[in-house]
């Protein structure tokens, strides 16, 4: 008699039930609901609470864009034409073959100093980086970087930018600034990204994890589908 007491305790409570119904149920509307619960934990728990410890609002991020990948596409990469496309990385010594004159010749960059940084041999569409907030007076030349680009409407309907650090110097009243460039693009965006000021710095990558965000990339096309672009 108590045993059944007790279960009828249980079922008569309203949050309990509802808990069995989202996780132990077989109806589509449990499966929506296990869906919306994991989508409200994860925005709105477990991205700030990631976000607070790593110091900033965009803890993880999607590359959705080849701007900073190390391959021939549609026969071009940086400013050159070329006949051959691959589906592979280039190796850094044909890379820099393709893309170096310009580093050397706007940023006093050599190939060795470009072969030292982080991220050497690019980063790939589909890459997820988890990010840290770092304090932007320790950024150097050559860090990857996450950041609010100048085109306010562009950050708007795409988000931040991930680029390399070309550029850095502080202006009279002690802010940092940082000129960026993707290692797939011809030059330094001008009006883009030849002047990011250390407020509109989100963060550094501090790890990467491939093909993850193939599933973003997914909902990123589909996005720009709907707006026809």
């Known amino acids: 008699m108590k045993k059944q007491k007790k279960k009828s305790k249980e079922e008569k409570n309203p949050i309990k039930k509802f808990w069995n119904f989202i996780w132990y149920d077989d109806s589509l509307l449990s499966y929506i609901l296990n869906l919306l619960v994991a989508f409200i934990f994860i925005k709105f728990i477990f991205f700030p609470s990631v976000g607070f410890i790593l110091n900033n609002d965009y803890p993880v991020v999607a590359i959705v864009s080849g701007s900073m990948q190390h391959k021939i596409v549609e026969h071009r990469i940086c400013d050159k034409y070329v006949l051959k496309t691959t589906t592979e990385n280039l190796n850094f010594d044909s890379w820099w073959n393709y893309c170096g004159e310009y580093y050397e010749k706007s940023f006093n960059l050599t190939k060795k100093d470009l072969n030292e ?56 009243n002690g802010k940092w600034h940082f000129q960026t460039k993707g290692d797939f693009n011809p030059k330094s965006g001008k009006n883009f990204e030849d002047n990011i000021i250390e407020d509109k710095v989100i963060g550094v990558p501090i790890l990467r994890v491939p093909y993850l965000g193939y599933l973003k990339l997914i909902l990123y096309k589909g996005y720009l589908f709907i707006l026809n672009k």
Request: net charge neutral; charged share 30%; glycine share 8%.
């Open 117 to 172: 940084f982080e991220y050497s041999n690019g980063l790939n569409i589909g890459d997820v980086m988890v990010l840290y907030g770092k304090n932007p007076k320790d950024i150097e030349v050559g860090e990857v970087l996450i950041f609010e680009p100048q085109n306010k409407i562009f950050f708007k309907n795409f988000g931040p930018v991930i680029h390399r650090v070309v550029k850095k110097w502080k202006d009279e």
